[in-house]
């Protein structure tokens, strides 16, 4: 079973998530800081490029099925045009105005 949107504890992932499910590049943009980086399965990558491919061309998307307490640890359901879908990690860091500047994802 899997944990909507709208129910996950920290704002800014609630507001990744359903950006990112919603193939939302500009609400994808707003909850990122500008200089905002991420790795997937341990590789630093360009963090839009990485999105255009792996999220909106692809039409990506988060299935959460758990989140640790506060919210900055998801394990999700992801799913795309490219790969199918597998079982994912995802960590956030957040900065003080609760904006996301990092975050990580890998197979769980």
Do not use: C
């Not at 990744?16 to 499910?21: D, K, Q, S, T």
């Not at 919603?22 to 500008?34: E, K, S």
């Not at 995802?90 to 609760?98: G, H, K, S, V």
């Amino acid at each position: 079973m899997s944990i909507p949107a709208e129910s996950l504890s920290h704002p800014a992932v609630r507001d990744f998530v359903a950006a990112v499910n919603a193939g939302d590049r500009n609400a994808f943009a707003d909850v990122l800081t500008p200089n905002a980086t991420m790795s997937d399965d341990g590789s630093e990558r360009d963090l839009y490029q990485w999105a255009e491919q792996e999220i909106f061309s692809a039409h990506g998307r988060m299935d959460v099925e758990s989140e640790e307490p506060g919210g900055l640890v998801l394990v999700a359901r992801y799913s795309n045009d490219t790969w199918g879908a597998m079982r994912t990690a995802w960590q956030f860091t957040i900065t003080d105005d609760e904006k996301i500047s990092r975050f990580e994802t890998g197979q769980a």
